[in-house]
């Protein structure tokens, strides 16, 4: 089991940034595929972002595609959101996930897949 804790969340202005962080408990970390995750209220949990757990591979759902980035650090068992020119419909609350070993777009895209998820961290972005 892997206990994921994230961070960074808070109320920003249309347009500005912040950086999400996600720490997690477990000693092979780098075995995890990373994905971030949100939902908005009245609406369903959505993918946003993942790191694989090899080859460096990242991906996206359209909405965020350059405007954020994901990127992890081994080293420090963290994986970061960094979210730039936020927009209103970008309010959430932003969950971390893990899934051992996941690949590919199916698999990481899916929340389903993800076993480990951390307790959420709000985003409200005004207008």
């Known amino acids: 089991q892997v206990q994921l804790v994230e961070s960074g969340g808070g109320l920003v202005q249309s347009g500005g940034s912040l950086r999400l962080t996600c720490a997690a408990s477990?000693?092979?970390?780098?075995?995890?595929?990373m994905g971030w995750f949100r939902q908005a209220p009245g609406k369903e949990r959505e993918f946003v972002a993942a790191?694989?757990?090899?080859?460096?591979?990242?991906y996206y759902a359209d909405s965020v595609k350059g405007r954020f980035t994901i990127s992890r650090d081994n080293s420090k068992n963290t994986v970061y959101l960094q979210m730039n020119s936020l927009k209103s419909e970008d309010t959430a609350i932003y969950y971390c996930?893990?899934?051992?070993?996941?690949?590919?777009?199916?698999?990481?895209?899916?929340?389903?897949?993800?076993?480990?998820w951390g307790q959420g961290t709000q985003v409200t972005v005004s207008s």
């Open positions: 790191f694989s757990w090899s080859g460096g591979n990242t």
């Open positions: 996930a893990a899934v051992l070993y996941g690949s590919g777009w199916s698999t990481v895209s899916n929340g389903v897949e993800y076993d480990n």
């Open positions: 477990v000693r092979t970390f780098s075995r995890y595929t």
